[in-house]
């Protein structure tokens, strides 16, 4: 799905969302209100001055009070790797990005994560992981890095990882491996009506971090919300 | 404490470089205090790294546990830069979430990070990256339950990856001369976009771009530490107390001062440049500094110093 689709088929009755040098901001009428948009479209990779403008658009929401839902739509790159990016401080501005969007979601706006296309690393931590509940539609290719750079990396043959990928999911990318993690809350069914599917994911968004439990359930992080509790447990004792 | 190793866990004479991540957190803490949660005796290893045919860690490269800070309850953990290059694995990361969950209901003093990391483990990528998510939305609630996250940086790995966002996550930071905080790592970009882009063999470029020296400067550390146990808890204990509330006032100046940063050193090619554009007289002599002289430089500079974090 385009993101021209993605956003027809949230606003039937039109929107104001723009896409500039691949960022998305805007918003459109959403149910009793409005619906904020913020994101990053085309394989864009996020560098600092594009994470400025997205964590803008997500405090001005916040400081207008109304407590609009705010959807971030991702078909990133990964971080802007350059120079420059770097020498300003890449780290500050992306955790920047993703604190405004924690505090956005501690403030009571919804924060739903759609991923349609790709997004790696930091672009992804900063945007699609920083959201309550994150959604994908089918397509969508998440992941940290690519097979090719992860046989360099761990001097593994790419015929090996391939084969490896098809029973451990918790290295390969892929949209179904980021599922099995807990990363992906849920799959979205571009058959049925977009705004209909959002509005049940704002209805019914639960409290608290519940990735490791779903990572724990389907199987693609085995040993991590155990691992969390124990240490809980362990610390809880005087 | 047995007596031969007294000595290796003196705080004046330990270098943060060179220690352990069990060596720094006993030192650091008040001594006889440190007490692990999930010990190496319990050999919570990897289960995702036989598959590669790679060695485990008993720790999995972290340690957690809490501790006394001139008395004050605090729960601290340790990245192991020796193990994986410090990485987020499955285990690893889920240590570190935990410790922070643990503290919204314990009401710690502080949270202590000791970072040594070059981001996500490969091996175990998608839990890797998942768990540096879950980690910034914990600090986050414990940050607004008005507990301060410090996080300290002076290890071999560096801060790299996704352990530069934890980072930026954090209160209040401090960091060495050897601390590197960074997004993508020297190789990285070169990897991706040629020596011409960043040439990662270029060790001055390397310091100059990523060190703790350019990070104070430019307010991306709050503290610049000798390479000593002793330094960092110095510093942690100065930060602790001077943490800033996490609310839309405390981001909003953020977004101001990262906005700044962007109109003022936007167009700067080389860290040099920035330091002569902050003021600093000599922006040669910076990386040869002392500790005392790099402080007196950093004294004079206004944005070294803010509660926009």
Redesign the interface.
């Known amino acids: 799905m385009t993101l021209a689709e993605i956003l027809a088929g949230l606003f039937p009755q039109g929107h104001s969302v723009t896409v500039r040098d691949g960022l998305v901001t805007g918003s459109g009428s959403f149910g009793q209100g409005n619906l904020l948009v913020v994101g990053v479209d085309g394989d864009t990779p996020l560098g ?2 594009g994470a ?1 403008i997205l ?2 658009a997500v ?1 001005d929401a ?2 207008a009070g109304d407590k609009a839902p705010i959807l971030v739509v991702v078909d990133s790159d990964s ?1 802007r ?16 990005l ?3 969007l ?2 956005a979601d ?2 009571a706006h919804p924060t739903i994560g759609l991923i349609y296309g790709h997004s790696a ?2 672009a ?3 945007t699609a ?2 959201t309550r509940i994150l959604a994908a539609l089918p397509g969508a290719n998440p ?3 690519d097979l090719p750079s ?1 046989a360099k ?2 001097k ?1 043959p790419l015929d090996t990882l391939r084969e ?1 990928a098809k029973s ?5 990318p892929g949209l179904d ?2 599922v ?4 992906v809350h849920v799959v979205l069914d571009p058959g049925q009506p977009l705004d209909g599917q959002i509005r049940d994911l704002i209805a019914n968004l639960q409290p608290g ?1 519940d ?2 439990r779903l ?1 724990e359930e389907r199987g ?6 155990g ?6 447990a ?3 004792r005087g | 404490m047995a007596g031969a190793h007294a000595a290796s866990t003196d705080p004046d004479a330990l270098s943060w470089y060179e220690a352990t991540a069990r060596q720094r957190v006993v030192a650091l803490a008040d001594p006889g205090s440190f007490q692990e ?2 010990p190496p005796t319990e050999r ?1 290893m990897s ?2 790294l036989p ?2 045919d790679l060695p485990r860690a008993f720790d999995d490269g972290i340690v ?1 546990g ?1 501790a006394a800070l001139d008395g004050k309850p605090v ?1 601290v953990a340790a990245q192991e830069g020796r193990f994986m290059g410090g990485a987020f694995g ?2 690893h ?3 570190l ?3 922070l ?2 503290a919204l ?2 009401k710690p003093a502080a949270v202590l990070i000791l970072f040594d990391t070059g981001g ?1 483990r ?13 980690t ?3 600090i ?1 609630d414990v940050r ?1 339950a008005g507990i301060p996250v410090i996080g300290l940086i002076g290890g071999r790995a560096g ?1 790299y ?2 352990g ?6 954090c209160s209040r930071l401090a960091v060495s001369e050897g601390g590197r ?4 790592g020297p190789e ?2 070169e990897t ?2 040629g020596a011409e ?2 040439d990662s063999r270029d060790r001055a470029l390397v310091w100059r ?2 060190g703790g020296k ?2 104070r400067l ?1 307010g ?1 550390a709050d503290a610049f530490c000798t390479d000593s146990v002793s330094a960092f808890r110095e510093a942690a204990l100065d930060l602790i107390g001077r943490a800033p509330a ?3 006032a405390t ?2 100046a ?2 101001a001062r ?2 700044s ?2 109109a003022r ?2 167009d ?4 040099t440049e ?1 330091w002569a554009r902050l003021g600093v007289n000599d922006s040669e002599a910076v990386p040869a500094m002392d500790t005392r002289a790099f402080d007196e430089t950093v004294s004079r500079v206004r944005e070294a110093d803010h509660d926009a ?1």
């Open positions: 600092v001055d400025l964590s803008r405090l916040v400081r971080q790797m350059s120079r420059r990016d770097e020498l300003l401080g890449l780290n500050e501005y992306l955790a920047h993703a604190k405004a924690l505090l501690r403030s690393a930091g992804f931590i900063a992981l920083a992941s940290v890095m992860v990396v761990t593994l490896m451990t999911p918790v290295f390969a491996n980021m099995a993690t807990g990363a971090d990735r490791d990572g693609g992080r085995p040993v991590a919300r691992i969390s509790a124990a240490v809980i362990q610390a809880g | 949660f999930l919570r289960p995702h598959l590669f957690v809490r729960l499955e285990i990361g889920a240590k979430v935990g410790l969950r643990a209901t314990l996500v490969l091996q175990e990528a998608n839990a890797g990256e998942t768990a540096i998510a879950e910034m939305r914990a986050v607004a801060c990856g996704g530069g966002l934890i980072a930026g996550t905080i960074s997004v993508s990285v970009i991706n976009k882009e960043f771009t990523m350019h990070r430019i991306g996490f609310d839309l981001l909003e953020e977004q990262l906005e940063r962007i050193f936007g700067c090619r080389d860290a920035i974090r």
